[in-house]
């Protein structure tokens, strides 16, 4: 975020909302994502 804020600042606005988009639909998704990596985990090595 500190680096959206950052490029939005030297007047990328348009970068800095597709940023914020990316960490929104991040945001949404980590439920999934985090139940993803722990079946990962529990898997372990191949």
Not at 16 to 26: D, E, P, S
Not at 37 to 43: E, F, N, T, V, W
């Amino acid at each position: 975020m500190e680096l959206t804020l950052l490029v939005e600042s030297q007047g990328s606005a348009e970068a800095g909302g597709n940023v914020r988009g990316a960490l929104h639909t991040i945001g949404e998704n980590a439920g999934h994502i985090k139940q993803g990596l722990a079946r990962l985990k529990a898997q372990g090595p191949d």
